[in-house]
């Protein structure tokens, strides 16, 4: 890196991880963050890390008036369905696929991706959202879509986890295909291209498809690279219902069971979605120590169903939240799907008190970042410095007492003012610093000009 490696970045209030043994601990008042070469050195009272020596000549970023929390963490996207929000809405999901998805997506190239990603990844960050896992299939049996994302994201400045899918099924798009020899040589060329372990700006992980979308033989080969590798893998699970009768159809198991049936390593898995894992599925997803990429927005959006959160919670799992595509959900807040999720957990359950505000901002912030195996959504030493800065003059976090509570319920996007990653400034007064946003909306109004519903 070359410039002020130091960072000193202050707040009137912050949000930072709770002592252990002290659920309630979390809300500080004047907050100043230390960052040398983009990871957090010091937090505490703003004259004490002034003080530090490591903060001579440091990098002055001030929020006054404002309150910083960790930079929220997108467990599961597809970038490039943003271009595809609205196009198919209200439809049945096969007609979805079919009218939408299958028939727009094949015919997009890596410029188009690029678009794709500056839109959905440049939205992200106005909403605050640091970390993105972008679930990635429309590979072309090549590395350069993926390519040209994970460049989106850098000229953008957001953290990145590519997750390459592993896709086999012949009923998608050849777009979508690969050969299991083909899956894996890509997976490792764009690992070996990309994945950065000094500053986790860019992680690569495999990502068989799912039950329908990958073998039993290209989901093994996905768990296999991510062995190889030493970092976790992903597969959408028990999404929708349909979804389990086919399990037990094709495998005589449900799905979990049917997965954890192959050679595979389930303590590395991050299950997708999960609505419809039952008590045994979600024992066992506990016992070996399995994650969770939990969608509700798009859950809600889609009608698949309720994953039981509360009892995976109440079992450890550990679970973080994903927005899933642009055109399924239709939105891109990790901070509203911390809302959705509570709220879709109370009126599951007819119980207001189901689960707390507290426990989803973690979902979306600290434990999101323990699903990933990043050290992010924290803001503690020894984390990498990804901060949001919300306006504690908006109306939507009045009266500021009881700010953890008003963030996950009700935080307007309107109040997010700025957004540091890696130490570094990427939103600043609401606007994106890297990209103009004048030049996304441009390439997404030509690209998509002639798309209908
Ligand atoms: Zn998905």
């Not at 599925?281 to 969608?295: D, S």
Request: net charge negative.
């Amino acid at each position: 890196m070359t410039g002020a490696p130091a960072v000193l970045v202050t707040a009137d209030r912050a949000i930072v991880a709770p002592a252990p043994g002290d659920p309630c601990g979390s809300v500080r008042g004047p907050t100043a963050v230390l960052a040398i070469d983009g990871a957090i050195a010091a937090v505490g009272d703003p004259d004490d890390v002034a003080a530090d020596p490591r903060a001579v000549g440091a990098h002055r970023i001030a929020w006054p008036h404002r309150a910083m929390v960790p930079g929220t963490v997108n467990a599961h996207n597809h970038s490039f369905q943003s271009l595809l929000r609205g196009i198919g809405d209200d439809l049945p999901f096969l007609e979805w696929r079919d009218r939408a998805l299958y028939r727009y997506s094949p015919r997009l190239g890596a410029g188009d991706m690029a678009t794709a990603a500056l839109f959905a990844f440049g939205e992200m960050l106005l909403h605050g959202v640091t970390t993105v896992c972008d679930f990635y299939y429309l590979n072309r049996q090549g590395n350069e879509h993926a390519s040209a994302t994970i460049d989106a994201a850098r000229r953008l400045g957001i953290r990145i986890v590519l997750a390459r899918c592993f896709y086999d099924w012949d009923g998608a798009p050849e777009a979508y295909r690969e050969t299991i020899p083909e899956a894996v040589a890509n997976f490792e060329a764009l690992a070996r291209r990309y994945q950065d372990r000094d500053r986790f700006l860019t992680a690569i992980q495999p990502a068989p498809h799912s039950q329908h979308g990958a073998s039993p033989a290209m989901i093994e080969a996905g768990a296999g690279c991510a062995r190889d590798a030493g970092v976790p893998w992903h597969i959408h699970l028990a999404e929708e219902h349909y979804q389990v009768e086919q399990s037990l159809e094709r495998f005589g198991a449900r799905p979990l069971h049917a997965v954890a049936a192959l050679p595979v390593d389930l303590s590395q898995m991050i299950a997708v979605h999960g609505c419809w894992f039952d008590a045994g599925e979600r024992a066992l997803l506990a016992e070996r120590g399995a994650a969770l990429a939990y969608c509700p927005g798009s859950n809600m959006f889609l009608g698949d169903g309720v994953t039981d959160l509360v009892d995976l919670v109440a079992r450890g799992v550990r679970v973080g939240l994903g927005t899933d595509g642009g055109c399924s959900n239709n939105r891109v807040s990790v901070f509203d799907e911390m809302r959705t999720a509570a709220l879709l957990q109370k009126v599951h359950r007819t119980d207001g008190q189901a689960i707390d505000a507290e426990t989803c901002f973690a979902l979306g912030t600290r434990t999101a970042g323990e699903v990933l195996q990043l050290p992010i959504g924290r803001i503690a030493p020894g984390y990498r410095c990804d901060l949001v800065a919300i306006d504690l003059d908006d109306p939507s976090l009045w009266p500021v007492q009881a700010l953890e509570k008003n963030v996950v319920y009700s935080l307007s996007p309107r109040a997010i003012t700025d957004v540091v990653v890696d130490g570094q400034e990427v939103v600043a007064q609401r606007r994106l610093c890297n990209v103009a946003l004048d030049e996304i909306q441009a390439r997404v109004r030509e690209l998509t000009c002639d798309w209908h519903d």
